[in-house]
Nanobody, 112 residues
Framework: QVQLAESGGGLVQPGGSLRLSCAAS????????IDWYRQGPGTQREWVDG???????NYADSVKDRFTISLDNDKNIVYLQMNSLQSEDTAVYYC??????WGQGTQVTVSS
């Protein structure tokens, strides 16, 4: 069973940037795709964006034009570049493989 490990979270000021990584234990090219989700304090987990193994991307309206998902097939890593971060982006961010395995999550806190 594939394992996923997120990293790159932390504390950032509003307007700042972070890049999250989702490292897979198997070749990402063998997946249907990888999605990022997030769960803020007291909220339900919500879908953020996703990328297919062929590189097709989709974004939630709330992050479109600020977040970019990308795939490094050689390293089996999916990246989430987050720019213009806002306090509403504060959440634990998770990656999920093809609707199956979840990572453990990485905390992103946007605060001054």
């Amino acid at each position: 069973q594939v394992q996923l490990a997120e990293s790159g979270g932390g504390l950032v000021q509003p307007g700042g940037s972070l890049r999250l990584s989702c490292a897979a234990s198997a070749r990402v090219s063998g997946f249907i795709g990888i999605d990022w989700y997030r769960q803020g304090p007291g909220t339900q987990r919500e879908w953020v964006d996703g990328i297919s193994s062929r590189g097709r991307t989709n974004y939630a309206d709330s992050v479109k034009d600020r977040f970019t998902i990308s795939l490094d097939n050689d390293k089996n890593i999916v990246y989430l570049q987050m720019n213009s971060l806002q306090s509403e982006d504060t959440a634990v961010y998770y990656c999920q493989e093809s609707g199956g395995t979840w990572g453990q999550g990485t905390q992103v806190t946007v605060s001054s």
